[in-house]
């Protein structure tokens, strides 16, 4: 082949591509581009203050938070307060969403995006709605797939509006979870295990285990009155009992009117006063945790005030603990000591 021919071919193959790839371009053209940066929601910052309620939701569950005063609870989880900085979260992170790329229109594409309508087969999206106090819809958002950001890149969500037909990709800080519990002040109280100075645990036929610490400065604890026949055989959970208080959380709550207690109770002291004792009850089958603090003559105003906010945090509810915490609070002798070999 002359050079002439060569390069004759060559032309006529870029063209070729060339008029392939226009065609690719206008086939598509309708369905993907970019936009300059813009908000999702361009007035929702300057009307945070009226919200109201926050709605949740996929195909499976679903989550409604309330605002009351200063705060939120949780409408579905017996009005229980729920953790108002992450409803603040959500409401700015939905203020300052920005369109930097827009997607798809085609209803057919949606699924692969997951902002498809919550009603669809294998649904995967969410949807956030925002109320006023008549119940109006301040903003309304299908939620997808999240894409993480990679080299200086942020965040970014492909969202839709449920409205509207295109889907986008949003510069976003969302974390939209629609299970209440992910919403709740798990908090039940909160007493470090080098506090604590005795627990004393009351079993249901009328046998019961103090186990205790001589001094703040030490780190194991003995059973008191330890029979000359056993031995702790794990100083660990030994030790675990006496720790279950710190950074207790729940994994269920409800009303505690109705409920009665069983006479077993489990109280922890602190060296620096604090006293909180646990009441037991049975429901559906499952066992549900109560607590009341006070403070002894000689606390400190702080430990006085620790004491009444457990008593206003918890004082009308019931708690479902994980089934270790549940061991930890009803342990026996047998539990943790063991008879020595020989022993009669």
């Keep these: 082949m002359t050079a002439r021919g060569f390069w004759f071919l060559f032309v006529v193959t870029l063209l070729a591509v060339g008029a392939a790839g226009h065609a690719v371009w206008q086939r598509h053209a ?42 939120w ?29 827009a997607k798809t229109e085609r209803p057919e594409m949606f699924a692969r995006l997951e902002v498809e309508p919550l009603d669809a087969e294998k649904s995967r999206s969410r949807r956030i709605t925002v109320l006023d106090g008549a119940g109006k819809v301040l903003a309304e958002l299908i939620v997808g797939k999240k894409r993480f950001g990679q080299g200086g890149q ?10 509207g037909g295109r889907a986008f990709l949003a510069e976003s800080r969302l974390d939209p979870r629609v299970e209440p519990i992910d919403w709740l002040d798990r908090r039940i109280a909160d007493v470090a295990r080098g506090r604590v100075k005795q627990v004393v645990i009351d079993h249901p036929d009328g046998g019961s285990l103090t186990v205790a610490k001589d001094s703040r400065e030490g780190n ?8 000359e026949t056993m031995k702790v055989e794990n100083q660990f959970t030994l030790n675990a009992t006496a720790g279950t208080l710190d950074k207790l959380v729940f994994d269920a709550v409800m009303p505690a009117e109705g409920l009665t207690l069983q006479e077993s109770v489990t109280r922890y002291t602190t060296f620096d006063g604090l006293a909180v004792t646990i009441g037991f009850a049975e429901h559906d089958g499952k066992l549900w945790t109560r607590y009341t603090a006070a403070a002894l003559p ?10 009444a906010e457990i ?34």
């Design 30 to 71: 309708g369905t993907i581009g970019s936009v300059s940066a813009e908000p999702v929601f361009p007035d929702l910052s300057d009307r945070l203050n009226e919200v109201a309620a926050i709605q949740l939701e996929d195909s499976q569950d679903s989550v409604t938070l309330v605002r009351a005063g200063e705060g």
């Design 73 to 101: 609870v949780v409408e579905n989880a017996h009005n229980y307060p729920a953790r108002g900085e992450a409803a603040r979260a959500l409401l700015l992170a939905l203020a300052d969403l920005q369109i930097i790329e």
């Design 154 to 163: 942020a965040d970014a969500h492909y969202v839709r509006r449920p409205e």
């Design 220 to 227: 194991d604890f003995r059973i008191v009155d330890l029979p």
């Design 298 to 307: 000689d606390a400190s105003d702080d430990v006085k005030a620790e004491a």
């Design 311 to 344: 008593n206003a945090r918890a004082g009308d509810w019931a708690y479902r603990l994980a089934d270790f915490k549940n061991e930890q609070l009803r342990r026996t002798l047998e539990d943790i000591a063991k008879k020595q070999e020989g022993s009669s």
